[in-house]
T-cell receptor, first 113, second 113 residues
Protein backbone atom coordinates (compact mmCIF):
# COMPACT_ATOMS: atom_id res chain seq x y z
CA UNK A 1 0.00 0.00 0.00
CA UNK A 2 1.14 3.57 -0.71
CA UNK A 3 2.87 5.53 2.03
CA UNK A 4 1.20 8.62 3.47
CA UNK A 5 2.66 11.77 4.99
CA UNK A 6 0.85 13.82 7.63
CA UNK A 7 1.91 16.71 9.87
CA UNK A 8 2.64 15.43 13.38
CA UNK A 9 0.36 17.90 15.13
CA UNK A 10 -2.25 20.61 14.58
CA UNK A 11 -4.37 22.85 16.75
CA UNK A 12 -7.87 24.06 16.02
CA UNK A 13 -10.21 26.41 17.89
CA UNK A 14 -13.44 24.90 19.12
CA UNK A 15 -16.29 25.56 16.69
CA UNK A 16 -13.99 26.19 13.77
CA UNK A 17 -13.33 23.85 10.88
CA UNK A 18 -10.37 21.51 11.25
CA UNK A 19 -8.59 20.76 7.99
CA UNK A 20 -6.19 17.83 8.18
CA UNK A 21 -3.91 17.30 5.17
CA UNK A 22 -2.43 14.07 3.88
CA UNK A 23 0.02 13.43 1.06
CA UNK A 24 -0.08 10.11 -0.79
CA UNK A 25 1.86 10.86 -3.95
CA UNK A 26 2.49 7.18 -4.80
CA UNK A 27 -1.16 6.13 -4.64
CA UNK A 28 -2.25 3.77 -7.38
CA UNK A 29 -5.51 3.64 -9.26
CA UNK A 30 -7.15 0.89 -7.20
CA UNK A 31 -6.24 2.33 -3.80
CA UNK A 32 -8.70 4.14 -1.58
CA UNK A 33 -7.95 6.84 0.98
CA UNK A 34 -9.23 5.97 4.46
CA UNK A 35 -9.30 8.11 7.57
CA UNK A 36 -9.44 6.77 11.10
CA UNK A 37 -9.02 8.55 14.39
CA UNK A 38 -7.94 7.37 17.80
CA UNK A 39 -9.06 9.13 20.92
CA UNK A 40 -6.76 8.63 23.88
CA UNK A 41 -6.98 5.12 25.38
CA UNK A 42 -9.54 3.94 22.82
CA UNK A 43 -9.34 1.82 19.70
CA UNK A 44 -9.21 3.53 16.30
CA UNK A 45 -12.53 4.69 14.87
CA UNK A 46 -13.42 4.70 11.18
CA UNK A 47 -14.31 8.16 9.84
CA UNK A 48 -14.61 8.12 6.07
CA UNK A 49 -13.06 6.82 2.87
CA UNK A 50 -13.01 7.72 -0.82
CA UNK A 51 -11.51 6.82 -4.17
CA UNK A 52 -11.50 9.98 -6.25
CA UNK A 53 -14.73 11.85 -5.62
CA UNK A 54 -15.25 14.05 -2.58
CA UNK A 55 -17.18 12.31 0.16
CA UNK A 56 -19.25 13.55 3.08
CA UNK A 57 -20.88 11.79 6.00
CA UNK A 58 -22.18 12.77 9.39
CA UNK A 59 -18.68 12.97 10.84
CA UNK A 60 -16.57 14.67 8.20
CA UNK A 61 -15.86 15.54 4.59
CA UNK A 62 -13.04 14.14 2.48
CA UNK A 63 -11.60 16.21 -0.33
CA UNK A 64 -9.30 14.35 -2.75
CA UNK A 65 -7.29 16.32 -5.31
CA UNK A 66 -7.85 15.59 -8.96
CA UNK A 67 -4.46 13.89 -9.32
CA UNK A 68 -5.25 11.91 -6.13
CA UNK A 69 -1.83 12.67 -4.69
CA UNK A 70 -3.21 14.38 -1.62
CA UNK A 71 -6.39 14.73 0.39
CA UNK A 72 -7.86 16.78 3.21
CA UNK A 73 -10.13 15.62 5.98
CA UNK A 74 -12.48 18.36 7.13
CA UNK A 75 -14.26 18.40 10.48
CA UNK A 76 -16.68 21.28 9.88
CA UNK A 77 -17.26 22.36 13.48
CA UNK A 78 -14.60 20.90 15.74
CA UNK A 79 -15.47 20.15 19.35
CA UNK A 80 -13.25 19.25 22.28
CA UNK A 81 -14.26 15.61 21.78
CA UNK A 82 -12.59 15.66 18.37
CA UNK A 83 -9.17 15.86 20.03
CA UNK A 84 -7.48 12.69 18.81
CA UNK A 85 -4.78 11.25 16.56
CA UNK A 86 -6.02 11.20 12.97
CA UNK A 87 -4.63 8.58 10.59
CA UNK A 88 -4.69 8.82 6.82
CA UNK A 89 -4.34 5.36 5.27
CA UNK A 90 -4.16 4.24 1.66
CA UNK A 91 -5.62 0.82 1.08
CA UNK A 92 -6.13 -1.29 -1.99
CA UNK A 93 -9.28 -3.39 -2.27
CA UNK A 94 -8.53 -5.47 -5.31
CA UNK A 95 -8.29 -9.22 -4.91
CA UNK A 96 -4.52 -9.13 -4.54
CA UNK A 97 -4.40 -6.30 -2.03
CA UNK A 98 -3.50 -6.77 1.59
CA UNK A 99 -6.56 -6.53 3.79
CA UNK A 100 -4.92 -4.97 6.83
CA UNK A 101 -4.59 -1.26 7.54
CA UNK A 102 -1.11 0.21 7.55
CA UNK A 103 -1.01 3.02 10.09
CA UNK A 104 1.59 5.76 10.06
CA UNK A 105 2.22 8.18 12.89
CA UNK A 106 -0.88 10.27 12.20
CA UNK A 107 -1.68 13.86 13.14
CA UNK A 108 -2.40 14.78 16.74
CA UNK A 109 -5.30 17.23 16.52
CA UNK A 110 -5.88 19.30 19.62
CA UNK A 111 -9.10 21.28 19.74
CA UNK A 112 -8.68 24.29 21.98
CA UNK A 113 -11.52 25.89 23.98
CA UNK B 1 -25.67 -3.05 18.45
CA UNK B 2 -22.71 -4.38 20.40
CA UNK B 3 -19.29 -3.45 19.17
CA UNK B 4 -16.04 -5.39 19.28
CA UNK B 5 -15.17 -6.44 22.80
CA UNK B 6 -11.82 -7.53 24.18
CA UNK B 7 -10.93 -9.22 27.43
CA UNK B 8 -9.18 -8.64 29.68
CA UNK B 9 -8.85 -4.87 29.42
CA UNK B 10 -5.56 -5.07 31.29
CA UNK B 11 -3.16 -7.94 31.81
CA UNK B 12 -0.02 -7.88 33.90
CA UNK B 13 2.25 -10.90 33.68
CA UNK B 14 5.80 -11.89 34.41
CA UNK B 15 8.51 -12.51 31.88
CA UNK B 16 8.36 -16.06 30.58
CA UNK B 17 4.67 -16.61 31.27
CA UNK B 18 1.96 -17.57 28.79
CA UNK B 19 -0.97 -15.23 28.10
CA UNK B 20 -4.21 -15.41 26.13
CA UNK B 21 -6.09 -12.38 24.88
CA UNK B 22 -9.68 -12.71 23.69
CA UNK B 23 -11.61 -10.84 21.02
CA UNK B 24 -15.37 -10.97 20.41
CA UNK B 25 -16.09 -9.43 17.00
CA UNK B 26 -19.31 -7.84 15.83
CA UNK B 27 -21.85 -10.54 15.05
CA UNK B 28 -21.82 -11.51 11.39
CA UNK B 29 -18.41 -10.05 10.65
CA UNK B 30 -16.36 -12.63 8.77
CA UNK B 31 -13.05 -10.77 8.86
CA UNK B 32 -11.07 -10.33 12.07
CA UNK B 33 -7.75 -8.59 12.60
CA UNK B 34 -5.21 -8.32 15.40
CA UNK B 35 -2.95 -5.30 15.73
CA UNK B 36 -0.37 -4.28 18.31
CA UNK B 37 0.26 -0.69 19.38
CA UNK B 38 3.32 0.46 21.26
CA UNK B 39 3.35 3.77 23.11
CA UNK B 40 3.39 6.77 20.78
CA UNK B 41 3.08 4.71 17.61
CA UNK B 42 0.28 3.71 15.28
CA UNK B 43 -1.15 0.19 15.40
CA UNK B 44 0.87 -2.52 13.63
CA UNK B 45 -0.78 -5.45 11.89
CA UNK B 46 -0.31 -8.92 13.32
CA UNK B 47 -2.77 -11.34 11.69
CA UNK B 48 -5.97 -11.41 9.63
CA UNK B 49 -8.66 -14.09 9.69
CA UNK B 50 -11.28 -14.66 7.03
CA UNK B 51 -13.72 -17.03 8.68
CA UNK B 52 -11.86 -19.68 10.62
CA UNK B 53 -8.62 -19.54 8.69
CA UNK B 54 -5.67 -17.19 9.05
CA UNK B 55 -5.56 -15.53 5.63
CA UNK B 56 -2.47 -13.48 6.44
CA UNK B 57 -0.19 -13.96 9.45
CA UNK B 58 2.74 -12.03 8.03
CA UNK B 59 2.70 -9.53 10.90
CA UNK B 60 3.30 -12.02 13.70
CA UNK B 61 6.77 -11.11 15.02
CA UNK B 62 7.94 -14.64 15.83
CA UNK B 63 6.71 -18.13 16.65
CA UNK B 64 5.87 -17.18 20.24
CA UNK B 65 2.76 -15.53 18.87
CA UNK B 66 -0.19 -17.58 17.67
CA UNK B 67 -3.88 -16.85 17.10
CA UNK B 68 -6.94 -19.00 16.54
CA UNK B 69 -10.54 -18.48 15.51
CA UNK B 70 -11.96 -22.01 15.63
CA UNK B 71 -15.62 -21.25 14.94
CA UNK B 72 -15.22 -18.15 12.83
CA UNK B 73 -16.32 -15.79 15.57
CA UNK B 74 -14.32 -15.35 18.79
CA UNK B 75 -10.56 -15.19 18.40
CA UNK B 76 -7.77 -15.75 20.90
CA UNK B 77 -4.26 -14.35 20.57
CA UNK B 78 -1.75 -16.49 22.43
CA UNK B 79 1.71 -15.40 23.45
CA UNK B 80 4.20 -17.91 24.84
CA UNK B 81 7.26 -17.13 26.94
CA UNK B 82 6.38 -13.45 27.16
CA UNK B 83 9.16 -10.88 27.00
CA UNK B 84 9.23 -7.30 28.27
CA UNK B 85 9.21 -6.12 24.65
CA UNK B 86 5.78 -7.69 24.21
CA UNK B 87 4.30 -4.98 26.41
CA UNK B 88 1.82 -3.04 24.29
CA UNK B 89 -1.88 -2.54 23.63
CA UNK B 90 -3.28 -5.39 21.58
CA UNK B 91 -6.17 -4.30 19.38
CA UNK B 92 -8.74 -6.44 17.65
CA UNK B 93 -10.88 -5.28 14.74
CA UNK B 94 -13.61 -6.90 12.68
CA UNK B 95 -15.26 -6.09 9.39
CA UNK B 96 -18.13 -7.44 7.33
CA UNK B 97 -15.64 -8.75 4.83
CA UNK B 98 -12.00 -8.16 4.08
CA UNK B 99 -12.83 -5.14 1.96
CA UNK B 100 -15.03 -3.18 4.35
CA UNK B 101 -14.16 -0.66 7.03
CA UNK B 102 -12.82 -2.13 10.23
CA UNK B 103 -14.36 -1.64 13.65
CA UNK B 104 -11.93 -1.74 16.54
CA UNK B 105 -12.28 -2.92 20.09
CA UNK B 106 -10.91 -0.97 23.07
CA UNK B 107 -7.78 -3.10 23.25
CA UNK B 108 -6.02 -5.15 25.90
CA UNK B 109 -3.09 -3.47 27.61
CA UNK B 110 -0.43 -6.12 28.22
CA UNK B 111 2.37 -5.38 30.64
CA UNK B 112 5.21 -7.86 31.00
CA UNK B 113 7.27 -7.30 34.12
Amino acid sequence: DAKTTQPPSMDCAEGRAANLPCNHSTISGNEYVYWYRQIHSQGPQYIIHGLKNNETNEMASLIITEDRKSSTLILPHATLRDTAVYYCIVRGISSGSARQLTFGSGTQLTVLP
Amino acid sequence: GAGVSQTPSNKVTEKGKYVELRCDPISGHTALYWYRQSLGQGPEFLIYFQGTGAADDSGLPNDRFFAVRPEGSVSTLKIQRTERGDSAVYLCASSLSGRNEQFFGPGTRLTVL
